[in-house]
Nanobody
Framework: QVQLVESGGGLVQAGGSLRLSCEAS????????MGWFRQAPGKEREFVAA????????DYADSMKGRFAISSDNAKNTVYLQMNSLKSEDTAVYYC??????????????????WGQGTQVTVSS
């Protein structure tokens, strides 16, 4: 089993930055594909970003490219999501996800077997 614990959410003004962290336990990052999803009030859960087992391959939703950056620290077994130039529409609960299976589209919710509890990000305009 893999456990995921997110941290770093909070309230920030539009244009500001936040860094989310996700610490994984139960398996090392070298054996996991990691990612982030988010869900805004009244909206469906959507893909944000993903990073491959090697940490070399990353993927982003189009609306996050250039503003968000995903990275990993294998020594800490932790994945990060750096969010810059935040907008009010980025307000959502952000979920860390993990999968032991590589390949396929990262944006499919069904490919992710492990989910964190989520951390709230609120961007005030």
């Amino acid at each position: 089993q893999v456990q995921l614990v997110e941290s770093g959410g909070g309230l920030v003004q539009a244009g500001g930055s936040l860094r989310l962290s996700c610490e994984a336990s139960g398996r090392t990052l070298s054996n996991l594909v990691m990612g982030w999803f988010r869900q805004a009030p009244g909206k469906e859960r959507e893909f944000v970003a993903a990073i491959g087992r090697s940490g070399m391959i990353t993927d982003y939703a189009d609306s996050m490219k250039g503003r968000f950056a995903i990275s990993s620290d294998n020594a800490k077994n932790t994945v990060y999501l750096q969010m810059n130039s935040l907008k009010s529409e980025d307000t959502a609960v952000y979920y860390c996800v993990a999968s032991s299976v590589d390949g396929g589209s990262y944006s499919y919710i069904s490919r992710w077997g492990y989910w964190g509890q989520g951390t709230q990000v609120t961007v005030s305009s």
